[in-house]
Each structure stands twice: as C-alpha cells, then as structure tokens.
C-alpha cells in the first residue's frame, strides 16, 4: 500500500514537471519563431496561447494510442510535426533539403541522440517522454527521408 501510494506520488510528480517544462520553456521558445509579430487585445492572447495549445494537442494525440509502437510517420504527425511542419522556434522544416543537409551530414546516430535527449529549443522526444527511443529513432528517419 505504501509502495502504491508512493509511485502515485511519483506520477503526480512527473506529470508536474511536465507541465511546467511545457508551460516555461516550450511557450516562450515557440514564440521566438514567431518573429515578433504583434497585434492587439484577444487576439494577442489567441496568438500567444495557440503553440502551447498545439504541443498539448499533440502530446495527447501520441499517449492516446494503445501501448503498440507507432511509425515514423504516425509519431511525426502526432508530435514532431507542431514544429517542424511550419520551422517554430527555429525548427529545420521537414522536407527542406538546405535546411537538412548539413544536419544529415553529422550521421542519423547524431541526430537520433539529439532527437531523445534534445537540443538547444528541440525539446527532448519533441517534449513527448512517454516516447520509446525506438519510436523517436522511427520518427527521425521520417524525417530524414522527408528531406531527401
Ligand atoms: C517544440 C518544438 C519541437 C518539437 C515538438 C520537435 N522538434 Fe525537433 N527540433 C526543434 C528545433 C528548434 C530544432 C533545432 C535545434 C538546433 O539545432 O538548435 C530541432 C532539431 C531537430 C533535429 C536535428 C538535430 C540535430 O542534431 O541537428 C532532429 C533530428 C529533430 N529535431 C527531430 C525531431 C523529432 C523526431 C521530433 C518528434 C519526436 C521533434 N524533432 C519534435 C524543435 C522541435
């Protein structure tokens, strides 16, 4: 019982940190992307929201599934895709060959250890911890192959 109650705790802990790292890092840093547009009233709150929004959206689209292993393509569109779709805070956009190419050239063993433990606004697994390294690796090659 004792032993229950303590990795409930642990959880509870876990998902904290979590939300806090998604709350101060991920936000400011997607706003960085943003390249300082601003504008007035609600829709400033709107526009500051919207990239959390995003990686909590993704975030639950990839816990939902049902404890198989998902696909390059799946984890991509679930998770990585909230910042390398549209290059937010700095991201290398998928499929953009110049923006790949010196990053390719450091080999996939590099970019896959980047991938899980993370890098500079790259959050590590995309922010997603519940991510199996296999799964990053997949998502990785995804993403590779989209610059090719
Ligand atoms: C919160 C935004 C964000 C999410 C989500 C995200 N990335 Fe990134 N990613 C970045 C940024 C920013 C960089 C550039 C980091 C740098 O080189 O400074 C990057 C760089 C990378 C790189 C290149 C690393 C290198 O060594 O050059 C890979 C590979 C990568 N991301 C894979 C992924 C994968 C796979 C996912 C999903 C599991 C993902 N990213 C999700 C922001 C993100």
Known sequence: MAQSQHSSRSILMITIVIAVILIVVIWPLSMI??????????????????????????????????????????????VCMACHASGAAGAPKAGDKAAWAPRIATGSAALIKSAINGKNAMPAKGGNPDLSDAEVKAAVEHLVGLAK
């Open 33 to 78: 992307g943003k390249g300082g547009t601003k504008t007035a009233g609600n829709d400033d709150a709107e526009a500051r929201i919207q990239p959390v929004a995003k990686v909590e959206l993704a975030k639950a689209a990839a816990v939902k599934s049902d404890g198989k292993p998902r696909d390059g393509a799946t984890v991509y569109n679930a």
